[in-house]
DNA sequence: TATCTTTGCTAACGAACGTTAGTTTAAACA
DNA sequence: TGTTTAAACTAACGTTCGTTAGCAAAGATA
């Protein structure tokens, strides 16, 4: 869908996240937002209700997607290794193809208030409990290597979560050969066996 | 050394590295910064510059740490897998030894100014290519699998740069325990061989 | 065409921003 | 002790902030 079929206010939370993350959630005025449309920022609040609300849009949007993706890959019959691969996948899928969005649900949800904060804060634990089961399943079925499950889920984490920072989705690699080329860097490592 | 044995330049610098980390460097006032110090915004200014001064001797503080680091413990001897531990490690103790520092550095670069921005991506760019080469290295020594050395690259500094979101230096894993760690979880990978 | 609703505008509010000027206090030194 | 210097203060500057009020234009509906 081009821009330029969307609704206003679809647009301004298009236009928001670009500029969210581009420049942080702070230091985006509402006057460059709708300077960015091409509308006065006053005309902004005939659209949406206040600042704070694009962000949380944003956040629980891309949040709902994570868990909609996790949960269309997980029928529950693969071996771990497998179940695995498909969590990372599908993850890996939904920042490579919201870019904007991920990077302000990774890096501008701080700025939430309450009670979305708190909200916010659960829904990432919930989603991060499903990986560290993930990672219990494979160590019991001796599949994975003995780590600590809680510090393995961060370092995957991390990798999956940096991707705005190197990724361009310009064709070159596709969101799902890079799912699966980093989900061959977790679980094979760097070493040639 | 206590906070309270620092010059009151050094504390104004310790403070703000921890305010620019928890609640960014935007979102951080002058009036903030001085409140956590005991004094007010306007004596601030009898010690630095301007806010962004302050931003800009954290980011290239950390940075020089960085390179100092990586040359300490590249002495050119060892086999490339051995020196890309070193590498890995190194970093790793910089970052989770000095995790507000860290923080600042990888989140908050973009709001520097000409011409500190472009000399912040330059030693950057120059410190990321020492891993790439340690990386086309390991390749060509056969140690490594044959991947994109651009694309390891990115996925190592993601590893390692998202360490200030989970890690606290609090004794139960010391930065140098983590940084083994670390460095099995990306030569090895999460399958048992 | 007349009416209603949506979407934009200009103007402005009160608050917060980084920073400066000018002054007072406290510390260091003669 | 008297003098100099460093470091704090109060007050305020001009700017920008998110947001609201009130009004005009444009589009949809009758």
């Known amino acids: ?15 928001a996240q670009n500029l969210f993350r581009e420049k942080g959630y702070s230091a985006t005025s509402m006057r460059d937002l709708a300077k960015a449309i091409g509308i006065e920022a006053a005309s902004l609040y005939s659209h949406i209700k206040s600042k704070e609300e694009l962000l949380q849009n944003i956040c629980f949007r891309i949040a709902a997607e994570f868990f909609d993706e996790y949960d269309r890959v997980q029928n529950g019959n693969a071996d771990p ?11 890996t899928r939904v920042v490579a193809s919201n870019l904007d969005a991920s990077s302000v649900f990774f890096n501008e949800w701080r700025h939430l208030n309450e009670p979305s904060l708190s909200e916010f804060k659960a829904q990432r634990a919930a989603y991060e409990d499903r990986f560290k089961n993930l990672l219990k399943e494979g160590i019991e079925a001796g599949v994975f290597r003995k780590v600590q499950v809680s510090f393995a889920m961060r370092l995957v984490f991390s990798t999956l979560n940096g991707i705005p920072t190197w990724y361009r989705n310009d064709g070159a690699l596709s969101p799902d050969q890079i799912a699966e080329q980093i989900a061959d860097f977790l679980l094979e490592g760097l070493l040639k066996k």
Do not use: G
Not at 3 to 12: V, Y
Not at 81 to 91: G, I, N, Q
């Open 1 to 15: 869908m081009s821009i330029e079929t969307l609704s206003r206010k679809d647009q301004i939370n298009q236009v």
């Open 81 to 91: 290794k497998l179940r695995f691969r498909h969590a990372v996948t599908a993850h």
